[in-house]
């Protein structure tokens, strides 16, 4: 056979949308934002003090939008208990509906821990709403003994949670561009890069600069374990000896839309390696192309991952078309880590200098 | 057979008696396994009509755009220079290992004893894992009702003792079904006299289908490398995009 033209293909759409991503950014953001508030929180490290509680901000908004994400991206979402009546232990996805839960309720529970004391000084200073305060601070002991096994149940969780997110896409065979073992460590490096980033702005929106050297630091080390990670996948997606690679790189060659993908990958995170490496106190441009690059990654891999044919040769078209349902996939996450940012910097002055207090303890 | 594509109709229900005995009197332990449903299509006698793909999604009301059943269709240019038309009629395999099934988080797609691999749509979250999983875009969700779609050899039909649609609509009658558990069915005799000629997709999967090809070429198996027409064609839900 010499050429082939399929003058009648089928392709088929790409049935993990944009909402996956976005669960897929949001929820490895909060696990990575959450590991970031122990130095700060758990091992009282006098310099990571607002660091750690802007993380733990971080962690809390990201980690509660990201289940509305995967609901969202469920076609009959109103069946979600079925997760819990007939669970499916053979399948990753059916672990993740416990190892969700677990994660966030830890988190809930460390977050409420490590700020009782907080809420206690709010109350006795008068702060309105002062009942409030008074109710949440539950007494408003500073127990590191409870804290730590909270952040001990939060961190299983969200070990597990990095594990399933990535196992559940590395499994498929049929996806080349998932079926590779560096894939779970792909998402998590990168996923950690997005949690500096993310601290980083929520940092900058709270006007706390001096943090900046110190996740400047932290963020030139993930990115370039992201860079590693990042030319070690693609490498082996391309040359690796299996049929997936032979699969990955026909699909990919001479398309000029894959070598523009990958190119921009790679600018990404070799243009926020450089930001946080020579302007270390800067804190929104690394900040934002870190959070470029976690989710570049996600993107390529999720949709573009779909748009390789398993049969014939008409790929299905990914990229970002601002249909209704991928605005309302951005908008709708975004809107609603708004909408928690807000709730919770109201409720919690998160950089109260009667933190003080309970931290020197 | 070739002559007489009818045979295989004719062969199917020359089953039935076995199969509604074994409807019957599920509870005898000592009976015969029952039938296997599997497919042949002998893409020699395929002419690329389409009437199995709109047969199937009239008889199984598949949303628009989407189908259970499709006959991918190739402009070949051989080494020679000749021109000619390849076709790959595809559908789900109902593989004997399928990768659909141990993916579902629900448990909600499973195998049944016949052979067939079925959705059950009161237990499906719509979640797609099996869409994903499966390495023959034989599934999709059809958001109509918010589920897994796929074919499932026409189960209401077999059931009531009919061929699956796209199989009684072929016009080339290059759809033979039936039993391979039985091996005077049309699909076991047709499949013995063409051993080691025919073809499954995508062998390498190692999912074992059950949809078996007569007259593939290796290179139409799976992925094809070549240019796609359908991407500059209409594509419904796409136009104008
Ligand atoms: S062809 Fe796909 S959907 Fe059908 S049984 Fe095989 S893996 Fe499952
Ligand atoms: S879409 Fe339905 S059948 Fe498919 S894996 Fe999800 S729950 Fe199971």
Redesign the interface.
Known sequence: ?????????????L??QLWAVQYFFLIGISTAAFFLSLPGMVWRLPQWRGVSRRALLVALVCGLTAPVALLA????PG??L??Y????F?????W??YFIPLYLLGLLLYAWLSLRPLMAALAERGERPAAFYRTLAYGGHDNIGAIRAAAIVAALGAVLVLLYTGM?TM?????PLWHTPLLPVLLAVTAFAGGLGMTGLFEALAGKTRSAPLLNRWQELSQWASLATLSAWTVLVLTGSS?AAN?TL??MRGSSGWLLTIAALFATTVLALWLSRTRRDALIAPALLALLGAWLVRWVIFLGG?S????????H?YFL?LTADNLLSIMGTAGLCLALYIALTSLVPWDDPAEARGDQS | MSAHPDLSRRAFFMTLPAVTAGLAVPAMAAEPAGPHWAMLVDTRRCIACQACTIGCAMENASPEGRFRTVVATYAVTTETGQAGLAVVPRLCNHCEQPPCIPVCPVGATFKRKDGIVVVDGERCVGCAYCVQACPYDARFINHRTGKADKCTFCSHRVEAGLLPACVETCVGGARIFGDINNPDSEISRQLKAAEGKTRVLKPEAGTKPRVYYIGLEEQLSGRVDGASAANMMWQPGHQGA
């Open positions: 056979m010499n050429t082939t033209v399929e003058v009648l293909g089928f392709a088929s759409e049935s993990w991206d469920l076609h009959q069946r979600f079925n997760f009546l007939h669970s499916n053979g399948s990753w996805m059916a993740g509906a559940e499994v498929v065979r049929a996806r049929a699969e026909g699909a779909q390789i044919p398993k049969l014939g040769a008409t790929s078209a078309s």
